[in-house]
């Protein structure tokens, strides 16, 4: 069962600000990262990801076989390099590249499903990362089946000291989508996994996908209504990429599949932020795919003309994210 009487501040009387909220000081018409984390601690903050070796359910029959039909498989390129450099390592190199631009830095444990090892082997890996210098917390990317109580108390402890993100990929609210794009799991298991998350004092990020095969506009506002009305503190969307070696990238090639324009795609993120709570964190609006096996669609590779766009989309309708939070259309 799920129980929505989870806090989440300023949000209880839903209703939609009516101009643009302070509380950001930014120039954009919606809440992104880099600014909350400068509100929040006074410096810039970076992310530097982190392949640590894990592999997922999803792609080695433990819950099914292939993964998501958008999913190269490939993790990250270190891995694809040969031996992973230790977690210490790894967050060194980063500090090394990105030092000029941020001070302090969140581990992000990125590359396939990063709560999917047993309860000794994750504690070493996060107390790795946790103990560096400059390392300020955690984002965790992870699966909502993938969440058992231990490993929600592990991040409950370190969250009483540090930053700590949980991020869970959902990509749709619709279970006719999600059984589409073989994810693995429900959107009832969704909702499980943030109501078990919360009252740990962790902070939750949810992924979606805007383009997935057999969605209609209608569809996309859908997941977004549904998710604003949720606990959750921050959002990554993307568009849908198709890659070589995926099952998608096969389906794309057949024809059997049209990839989202631009025009459509920024139009329905900025739909999509105009729905959302303006204190939610918007950690992304672009994907990434890596060049040497992308396909499409060819725009969502100029990642700043798409931000841009998004912004602009935004200020030509004198909107910005919120402008319509809790509104039933
Ligand atoms: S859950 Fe993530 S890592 Fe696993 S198959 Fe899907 S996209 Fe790939």
Request: hydrophobic share 35%; proline share 4%; charged share 25%.
């Amino acid at each position: 069962m799920f129980f929505y009487g989870i806090d989440r501040k300023n949000t209880t009387k839903k209703e939609a600000p009516l101009v643009k909220p302070d509380f950001w000081k930014n120039s954009k018409n919606y809440y992104d990262l880099k600014s909350y984390w400068r509100n929040l601690f006074g410096c810039n903050v970076h992310k530097l990801a982190i392949d640590a070796g894990f592999t997922c359910p999803n792609r080695d029959g433990h819950v099914a076989t292939g993964g998501c039909i958008y999913c190269d498989g490939r993790g990250s390129k270190l891995r694809q390099k040969g031996n992973l450099p230790l977690v210490a390592e790894q967050i060194a190199s980063g500090k090394k590249y990105y030092k000029p631009q941020a001070s302090k830095f969140i581990a992000y444990f990125q590359t396939f499903t990063n709560t999917y090892a047993p309860m000794g082997k994750l504690r070493k890996i996060f107390d790795e990362a946790l103990s560096q210098e400059d390392i300020i917390g955690l984002s965790i990317g992870t699966r909502p089946d993938c969440l058992d109580p231990d490993v929600i108390e592990l991040l409950g402890e370190y969250a009483k000291k540090y930053h700590i993100w949980v991020e869970l990929g959902l990509q749709s609210v619709h279970d006719k989508t999600l059984q589409f794009i073989n994810r693995g799991h429900n959107f009832q298991q969704f909702l499980d996994a943030v109501n078990s998350l919360a009252g740990h004092g962790l902070n939750i990020c949810v992924h979606i996908i805007i383009g997935l095969p057999g969605e209609s506009n209608e569809d996309v506002l859908t997941t977004a209504r549904t998710l604003a009305a949720l606990p959750l503190q921050g959002i990554k969307i993307h568009s849908l990429l198709a890659l070589e070696g995926t099952a998608l990238g096969e389906i794309y090639k057949k024809g059997s599949v049209c990839m989202i324009t631009k025009e459509k795609y920024v139009s329905l993120a900025a739909d999509v932020l105009e729905i959302l709570p303006p204190e939610m964190v918007i950690q992304r609006l672009t994907a990434d795919g890596y060049r040497d096996i992308f396909l499409a669609p060819d725009w969502t590779m100029n990642k700043l003309d798409v931000l841009n766009s998004i912004n602009k989309e935004l200020e030509r309708r004198n909107s910005y994210q919120g402008k319509n939070y809790g509104i039933t259309p």
